[in-house]
């Protein structure tokens, strides 16, 4: 899958373009069944299925005292939709500048970057160009003299509601982690970095990788059962996510990812990992002693097994 971040860098194209527009994080149902349509428009066609997405949420540069916690950071966004038919992706970044460039402008200048166009495919409520002032409705008018199609699908919907990424945010913030797997059509997971920690875990006879979380919206705080893929081979896991009040009881220190893997050795250092959030067993506890602690990390093991098997 080709990335690209300036529209003037789109390459050279001879087949249409079919391009699926919008934020899409998390990339939930809803979003899926938008690239779903572009890729097959596009396969029908003889064309090329493209996303056209942000670097960032437009909260971020006009009120980031409001910007929403992320489900997915780009590089796990990409990652969701690579492998999904997707030819390419653009990736904008979400400046000043395209905060307040009028939506004529910015369709004129998607349909010069981009002259191959044939078709977007995006949601009923996408908005685009200054003051979220465009529509579907103005686009296809402005694409009208470039014989362009603009499909405007409806929500996909759940519980009678229009799946959201604001809706699965509220429930995996809850700890209502099957609802949002529900709309994501997936578990909720995490992707980020392992990066070098005070090495507890392997202290207890339970090696742990601390992960350096990209995205922001996360369960809360507590033990989970997880599944995970290091280099293409799936494991089970326990993740607890909190901090450590064992050990730091008396200090105020942000939460920790820690990361057991079952049945796995070997290092995993400077790895991204996506950690899927299968089943909560237990908040955080404080223990007496280092024993208490041992004993309860194996019934969270067995218990975990039980579960993901």
């Known amino acids: 899958m080709k990335i690209i971040k300036d529209l003037h860098t789109f390459p050279e194209k001879s087949k249409p373009i079919t391009l699926a ?30 996303v056209l997405t942000f670097e960032s949420h437009p909260l971020k540069t006009l009120r980031p005292e409001a910007a929403p916690l992320m489900l997915t950071s780009v590089k796990h966004k990409l ?17 000043t500048e395209l905060a307040t460039m009028p939506p004529t402008e910015f369709a004129d200048w998607l349909f010069h970057c981009v002259p191959t ?27 009208n003299k470039e014989n362009l199609i603009v499909t405007a699908l409806p929500p996909v919907l759940d519980r009678d509601q229009p799946i959201s990424s604001t809706r699965i945010r509220t429930a995996v913030m809850h700890g209502e982690l099957e609802h949002a797997a529900a709309m994501l059509g997936r578990p909720a997971s995490v992707l980020g970095t392992v990066v070098r920690g005070r090495a507890i ?7 742990s990788a601390n992960i350096d979380p990209h995205n922001e919206a996360l369960p809360p705080l507590g033990v989970y059962a997880v599944r995970a893929n290091v280099d293409g081979k799936p494991y089970q896991g326990v993740l607890n996510f909190g901090t450590r009040p064992t050990f730091d009881k008396e200090k105020s220190v942000p939460p920790v990812l820690e990361l057991h893997l079952l049945d796995f050795e070997g ?3 400077d790895q991204d990992i996506e950690a899927h959030f299968i089943a909560r067993l237990r908040d955080e506890w404080y223990f007496s002693t280092i024993e208490e602690l041992k ?15």
Request: negative net charge.
């Open 267 to 269: 290092s995993l250092y």
């Open 21 to 50: 527009a919008g934020f899409f994080d998390g990339l939930h149902l809803g979003h899926r069944s938008i690239i779903e349509h572009a890729t097959e428009s596009a396969h029908n066609h003889g064309g090329e299925a493209w």
């Open 117 to 143: 166009l044939s078709e977007i495919v995006t949601g009923e409520n996408w908005r685009f160009g200054a003051k979220a002032a465009g529509t579907p409705e103005l686009l296809q008018n402005l694409g």
């Open 295 to 309: 004993a309860q990390i194996q019934k969270d093991i067995e218990q975990a097994r039980g579960i993901l098997k």
């Open 79 to 95: 990652e969701l939709i690579r492998g999904r038919g997707i030819d390419g992706c653009i990736v904008l970044p979400f400046s």
């Open 201 to 207: 875990g392997r202290t207890l006879g339970y090696p």
